[in-house]
């Protein structure tokens, strides 16, 4: 190991191809850790990395991974990743574009009063791959990631879909801004807004009218040991709605 990684720092002041050979393997393997970084590589250096890399010292060391990325520069990484991703992106016209945020297990440290991780990720649902992701320090702070998120990414003509927790007027505008469709879940945690749609719903069920614009659609799915029948009921009015008439949504 020791004569490995000398021969990595000789190869290192001479060029910086060894870096982007690591880098090169930590965008296949970075969510596992540097120890799954480096055991991924030894893994796949004989049938596919050979294809791609020269290699001449061999697989670099785990501390030699280490140091790599922390000279890094965190956002600069960020942002040739997200590059590297769009050159990958075969964006189609309607794209289901979708921005949501998990926490990662295992992240926090009770001893060191460190929070979990908490990860905002953009997926693009037809090409299956992840376009981008922002660290926050909670769930909350999500609702400044996703504007950060949508100005680094390209959308326009995708239909971008958030939770509720995303619903955020700023965040319609920003989506808007980048030529961009917008589904937004309504909870509990805009409560006039939700208890609006609720009472136009609940009207239009009960009405018998004719005068309002909703449709109903049936789903039936077996799965699990079970039949799952979905009822929806959607309507494309929303004149009615204070926020549209006041230049809100």
């Not at 965008?27 to 250096?45: P, Q």
């Not at 939700?194 to 909703?214: C, H, M, P, R, S």
């Not at 029948?229 to 926020?243: E, L, T």
């Amino acid at each position: 190991m020791e004569s490995e990684t000398n021969a990595l720092k000789v190869a290192i002041i001479k060029t910086a191809d060894p870096v982007k050979e690591k880098v090169f393997f930590c965008y296949y393997r970075l969510a596992k850790g540097i120890s799954g970084i480096l055991s991924y590589a030894k893994e796949g250096v004989r049938l596919w990395f050979r294809k791609y890399l020269v290699l001449e010292n061999g697989i670099p060391s785990h501390d030699m991974f280490e140091r790599c990325f922390r000279i890094i520069n965190p956002k600069q990484f960020q942002k040739c990743f997200i590059a590297w991703t769009e050159s990958l992106w075969t964006k189609k016209e309607g794209e289901i574009v979708s921005i949501d945020g998990k926490t990662m297990r295992r992240t926090f440290d009770a001893a060191c009063d460190k929070k979990a991780i908490h990860i905002v990720s953009v997926w693009a649902s037809e090409n299956g791959i992840v376009m981008g992701q922002v660290k926050t320090e909670e769930k909350s702070n999500e609702i400044t990631a996703i504007p950060e998120l949508l100005d680094l990414l390209v959308v326009e003509g995708c239909v971008v879909t958030i939770d509720a927790m995303g619903t955020q007027k700023d965040i319609a505008k920003k989506i808007r801004e980048k030529k961009a469709e917008h589904v937004l879940a309504v909870k509990e945690n805009q409560p006039t807004l939700y208890k609006d749609i609720q009472d136009y719903f609940e009207t239009a069920l009960e009405d018998n009218t004719g005068d309002f614009e909703v449709k109903k659609q049936v789903q039936m799915e077996k799965g699990h040991g079970r039949i799952e029948k979905r009822i929806y009921y959607y309507s494309n009015d929303i004149q009615w709605m204070p926020q549209k008439r006041s230049g809100k949504i």
